[in-house]
């Protein structure tokens, strides 16, 4: 076999300048700079592609004494038709700079599906241009009009570094709220790996997770020296242990329709397809849209229908039926502050409206209970509008997201207010007695141990109905209870 030999950036030119000993090369190898970082990065994907590989996979004889799990390097070498020394050095991550030529025949050696190959060519080539200063990204207005419009079917755009740039009422139903997070947290790959939520939500997570960064990575080749994709990276690798062990694996995988499935409180298991659109005024936005069974897609709708969206407007609670005089008396002065003032929710009125909910775990039948220091007591989560909030549900999802931690919260099983009760708060150093109008609600969760508590003078407590029950201390919360239980038998 003819042995392939770099007259410009290869074999004989590596063998003088980086021989053993040549000064500098260990730093050569172990270099900062982006293209010594890549030059690590091809070392790492030959070698794992390498083990991969028995010599019947190739036409080999196995031989005997073998002492690497896969093929040996001379071995790729001589499929590639390189010296066994130049391939040694690719694989100890000098900077050698192969030709396209080389790369494709290590690429077959290796038996390189078209991603892998396509990935190969990129750690490996050895001209690489400064990105250019980018601009934030933002969604056409045309774009995100489409995305609401596709409602009931889940729809969401992501961008260049997967950030979830748009979505519709029904996408945030399934996954998450992205509008409630921290802009920075509105990031698909840092969802999947660091939520605790998402390996509750996605049925086939660690599949899912693989399959995610293999997209990433593809896509991720293209801006290898981008700043701000170097920072996302190292974000993943220093909060997900799975993201630091799958990262040096380079599985890479093309853009592709599909199917997932989900896990919701209310739903339950449901399986979507999906379709993938590159947008035409930039090919790095990705708009992805899914469609379940009809009847999975009308349930979906259901949801979404039921979701309230008048709330806090003159002739609040006109829909809400009391269920003894003792509530009845307390709603009749809910709607006579609703309309005696434009914001019955000012912390500034010594009879304002908060937004509290029961958050359940409907799988095992458990309700969390929060410790309240001023109240002394065992109460459910919630509390008072930011300013300018109006809707009391969105209120309760917002704070019970913060206090708990919990980001797969929906209403449970549907959007209706559970109890209207008005409660007496005792005086603080800074803030009067005064009274809460509290409309509650019942909230599910499918991630129950992924509570983590906003404050660690507020213990969070997951209890069965006997338990939550026995507990606490308030009458009204035990009626709350008692209607829960009656949800909870259907």
Do not use: C
């Amino acid at each position: 076999m003819t042995t392939r030999t770099e007259h410009h950036d290869g074999e004989h030119q590596a063998t003088a300048s980086t021989g053993r000993g040549a000064p500098g090369a260990a730093r050569q190898a172990q270099g900062g700079t982006g293209r010594g970082a890549r030059a690590r990065e091809l070392a790492d994907l030959l070698r794992s592609r390498r083990d991969r590989l028995q010599p019947a996979d190739v036409g080999l004889p196995a031989g005997q004494r073998r002492r690497t799990k896969g093929l040996r390097r001379e071995e790729v070498a001589q499929l590639a038709g390189v010296s066994a020394t130049y391939y040694t050095f690719l694989e100890q991550g000098r900077d050698l700079r192969p030709s396209w030529e080389v790369l494709e025949a290590i690429g077959r050696a290796l038996r390189l599906g078209p991603a892998e190959r396509a990935h190969l060519h990129t750690l490996g080539t050895s001209t690489r241009k400064t990105p250019a200063r980018l601009a934030a990204e933002t969604v056409p207005e045309a774009v995100s009009a489409l995305v609401d419009r596709l409602d009931p079917y889940p729809t969401y755009v992501t961008g260049r570094y997967w950030d979830v740039l748009a979505s519709n009422r029904a996408a945030r139903l399934l996954w998450t709220d992205w509008l409630a997070l921290p802009q920075h947290d509105r990031n698909m790959l840092w969802w999947t790996f660091t939520d605790p939520a998402a390996r509750s939500i996605l049925v086939e997570w660690e599949t899912e997770a693989q399959a995610l960064l293999a997209r990433f990575r593809a896509a991720a080749d293209k801006r290898s020296d981008d700043p701000s994709l170097t920072a996302l990276i190292e974000r993943l690798r220093n909060a997900s242990p799975e993201f630091r062990a799958s990262w040096p694996r380079h599985e890479v995988a093309p853009l592709a329709s599909g199917s997932k499935r989900l896990r919701h409180p209310v739903l339950g298991e449901i399986t979507l397809t999906h379709v993938t659109l590159t947008l035409a005024e930039d090919p790095e936005q990705k708009l992805v849209t899914f469609a379940a069974s009809d009847e999975d897609q009308a349930s979906i709708a259901g949801l979404l229908a039921a979701e309230p969206t008048a709330y806090g407007q003159p002739g609040l609670l006109d829909r809400y039926r009391p269920l003894d005089d003792a509530e009845e008396a307390d709603v009749s002065r809910v709607r006579a502050l609703a309309a005696r003032t434009d914001d019955p929710w000012s912390r500034s009125l010594p009879l304002h409206l908060t937004g509290s909910a029961l958050i359940v775990d409907p799988a095992n039948r458990r309700v969390l209970l929060r410790w309240h220091q001023r109240q002394q007591a065992w109460l459910q989560v919630g509390g008072h509008g930011d300013p300018g909030e109006r809707d009391p549900l969105a209120i309760a999802l917002r704070e019970a997201a913060e206090e708990t931690g919990l980001t797969d919260l929906v209403p449970w099983p549907d959007a209706s207010v559970r109890q209207v009760v008005i409660v007496d708060v005792p005086p603080a150093r800074h803030e009067p007695a005064h009274e809460h109008a509290d409309i509650r609600f019942t909230l599910a969760t499918a991630s129950p141990d992924a509570i983590r508590a906003e404050n660690p003078e507020a213990p969070l407590r997951w209890l069965s109905l006997p338990e939550a029950t026995e507990l606490t201390t308030e009458a009204n919360l035990r009626e709350l209870l008692a209607r829960t239980e009656q949800l909870f038998a259907g």
